[in-house]
């Protein structure tokens, strides 16, 4: 299994060097929402994803954890996300 590990992380640097490390956009904008919009406001921005209401109500689930985060903290997490946009 470590033979195939190190075998992949070669591949993978040889033949990947040119990519670039920056975020889509698109991520970055559901990132933040997900760190700073209300809930009611988040779930709205998920159903464009026409998710099963169970993944909905699971990433809500998480979402109620990360709300406990202080409002410094959560700007701070953003503000990095958008240096790699």
Do not use: W
Request: aromatic letters at 8%; one cysteine or more; proline letters at 6%.
């Amino acid at each position: 299994m470590r033979l195939f590990l190190s075998v992949l992380l070669v591949t993978l640097a040889l033949c990947c060097y040119e990519a670039n490390a920056l975020a889509c956009p698109a991520f970055v904008t559901d990132t933040s929402g997900f760190l700073l919009k209300p809930t009611h406001l988040y779930k709205l921005s998920l159903e464009k994803y026409k998710a099963p209401p169970e993944v909905i109500e699971a990433v809500l689930d998480v979402k109620s954890c990360t709300d406990n985060i202080s409002k410094p903290r959560k700007l701070i997490l953003t503000e990095i996300l958008r240096q790699y946009e």
